[in-house]
């Protein structure tokens, strides 16, 4: 079993960035598939962003494509959000998302693909 510990969040005013971190236990962080997931008040948790095991192949969900960038250094056991142009609809708890699927190539981005899960940090974005 894996732990995930988000970090990075805050507030911020629109157009402005943040830089998200997920820091993973144990030693099998690599062999993931990895997302980030949104939940505003009153909202169901949506999709943001998915990267496979290596790194090579990321998707995004389409309010925030050409904004952020997933990224992950498994070296560090550590999965990151760049966000940029921030907007205040991207107000929400971000939460990472890891798929205990050793190794596969497939993109997820349903909430019910991934297995575990942190514990969410807050992102605000001022009008």
């Known amino acids: 079993q894996v732990q995930l510990v988000e970090s990075g969040g805050g507030l911020v005013q629109a157009g402005g960035s943040l830089r998200l971190s997920c820091a993973a236990s144990?030693?099998?962080?690599?062999?993931?598939?990895m997302g980030w997931f949104r939940q505003a008040p009153g909202k169901e948790r949506e999709f943001v962003a998915a990267?496979?095991?290596?790194?090579?192949?990321?998707y995004y969900a389409d309010s925030v494509k050409g904004r952020f960038t997933i990224s992950r250094d498994n070296a560090k056991n550590t999965l990151y959000l760049q966000m940029n142009s921030l907007k205040p609809e991207d107000t929400a708890v971000y939460y990472c998302?890891?798929?205990?699927?050793?190794?596969?190539?497939?993109?997820?981005?349903?909430?019910?693909?991934?297995?575990?899960w942190g514990q969410g940090t807050q992102v605000t974005v001022s009008s």
């Open positions: 998302a890891a798929d205990r699927t050793y190794y596969s190539s497939s993109i997820y981005y349903t909430a019910t693909d991934y297995d575990y």
């Open positions: 144990g030693r099998t962080f690599s062999r993931y598939a």
């Open positions: 990267i496979i095991w290596s790194g090579s192949s990321t």
